[in-house]
């Protein structure tokens, strides 16, 4: 072979290298977007308008979508192929993102200060509970744009809307936090909204869920002791009065944040409930809605959130006692071990088949991940000051 | 009538002598009160003080009020709402400081 020859093959030889090594990178890169998503979800940098993309399969942060706002109470729903988030913030931004591309696809801000929200259980709108102006506005899934506006007035004034979810039958219920309501909105036909009343539940609803698998709705008083329940299967039965008068007429103590009624679930058939302004669980049968039990905890409880079999209740509580989480153990309905997770813990979620439970530690800057079996901390996620955690198994849950 | 006269004056009375924010609060202390205003009133308040269960805190909000009240509100609350009293934790100085900063305007 000639010297020309051999720097020709040489040259041919190092082409070929570099068109290989393009080509793989290419191909993985291509790989890397190919993925299913049951096993992502967000976490919430309440304070940098940004939501980080998580995994939890290797519990992994996987991206981060950045410029959506005021993300104090900011909640999220999912589309229901799990690949898109819907993200409610406070200042009244909706945000639709992409977990995929990790890429925000629009935003708007269709409010002045929004507080949640639902999709409906065909998954093509999203509703938006509001404050300011106080109602609910009800958004076409794909493109964001309004297709109802339905205010939350009662006897000329508005109200801030809270606990707002969507039902099997395709409607919306919520609550009117000032006028102390719950309405049903059936949006068969966005046009024309039928709106159910239900006056007179009791003083300062302050949030609303279903529990039982969608059965019943029920709304937490921050007025009174007790809670408003009304049967979704039985609406014409009308809201009525459960566990009243749990404080027995004490003084409440005073509340440094706001319980949340997510995540309350049933658990050894019985529902578990923060009491407010008592550092206690109510627990009460969901059969009947009697009280079972109160179990002291160590705070002002704010989430109590089931594994999803049931059998153990996670509970995180208010300012100044927010470094600590209780495990309630359900079958003694007893405090089983306590936990200190770190400063200002926000929220936990669940694994869709409770293999670990992730804890948001504000002030810590950090997502500490747990074995709900034998309490080991399995890893952490860096996130900053990190707030809501929400997995994508949420898509397939009824009031999620 | 007389009653709340005189209370409003003794309020007013009250808050002449309030030193000047941040006298006597040391650096971490204003670091956390900072941190308790933003994330912890603001879980009621809005990260922003715009407003969310609680009422709007920004400064064109509270213009019409005294610092009195204000530091009156954040120590002992607001009865029949779900204002919580701060005094466990907040010295009345303390309590000025954070009005001060609300009154700048949070971030």
Known sequence: ?400 | MRAALSFGLAVAAFAAALPAHGEGIDVARQSYLANLLTQDCGSCHGLTMKGGLGPALLPAALAERDDAVLVETILDGRPGTPMPPWRFELSQQEAAWLVARLREGVR
């Not at chain 1, 096993?39 to 309440?46: A, H, K, Q, S, T």
């Not at chain 1, 809605?289 to 059998?311: K, L, N, S, T």
């Not at chain 1, 079958?331 to 929220?347: C, D, E, I, N």
């Open chain 1, 1 to 400: 072979m000639t010297s020309r020859a051999r720097r020709a093959a040489r040259l041919g030889m190092k082409s070929l290298l570099v068109l290989f090594l393009f080509l793989a990178v290419a191909a993985s890169a291509m790989a890397g977007t190919v993925r299913g998503t049951g096993d992502l979800g967000i976490v919430v940098e309440r304070a940098s308008g940004r939501v980080v993309i998580i995994e939890h399969s290797h519990r992994s942060r996987i991206g981060a979508v950045d410029g959506l706002g005021d993300l104090s109470h900011a909640s999220a729903v999912f589309s229901r192929d799990g690949r898109f988030a819907y993200v409610f913030g406070r200042d009244g931004g909706l945000s639709k993102i992409d977990l995929i591309e990790a890429k925000l696809v629009r935003r708007i801000v269709q409010a002045g200060n929004a507080i949640g929200g639902a999709i409906s259980a065909d998954g093509r709108l999203i509703a938006v509970s509001n404050y300011e102006p106080g109602g609910v506005k009800i958004f076409d899934a794909e493109s964001l744009d309004l297709v109802a506006d339905l205010p939350a007035e009662s006897n000329g004034q508005r109200s801030k809307v809270v606990g707002l979810v969507e039902t099997a039958d395709g409607a919306f219920v919520y609550t009117l936090y000032d006028a102390g309501e719950i309405w049903i909105a059936d949006v068969a036909e966005p046009a024309r909204p039928a709106i159910r009343k239900f006056p007179g539940i009791g003083a300062f609803p302050y949030d609303g869920v279903t529990v039982d698998g969608g059965r019943s709705y029920v709304a937490g008083l921050f007025g009174e002791d007790g809670l408003a329940l009304l049967d979704l299967w039985r609406p014409e039965a009308g809201v009525r009065r459960v566990l009243s008068g749990y404080g027995r007429g004490e003084e409440p103590l005073p509340v440094y944040k706001m319980p949340h009624l997510e995540g309350v679930t049933v658990a050894g058939g019985n529902v578990f409930l923060p009491a407010v302004g008592r550092h206690e669980l109510l627990v009460a049968d969901v059969r009947t809605w009697a009280e079972v039990a109160r179990i002291p905890v160590h705070g002002q409880p704010v989430f109590a959130v089931a594994r999803p079999d049931g059998r153990q209740v996670w509970v995180n509580f208010a300012h100044p006692h927010n470094d600590t989480v209780q495990v309630i153990d359900v079958p003694s309905l007893k405090v089983a071990h306590t936990l200190r997770p770190g400063k200002a813990v926000m929220h936990l979620e669940f694994t869709p088949k409770g293999d670990q439970v992730w804890i948001s530690a504000r002030d810590e800057d950090l997502v500490r991940i747990y074995d709900p079996r034998t309490l080991a901390e399995l890893g952490a996620i860096a996130a900053e000051k990190p707030s809501g955690i929400f997995f994508t198994a949420r898509a397939t849950r009824l009031g999620y």
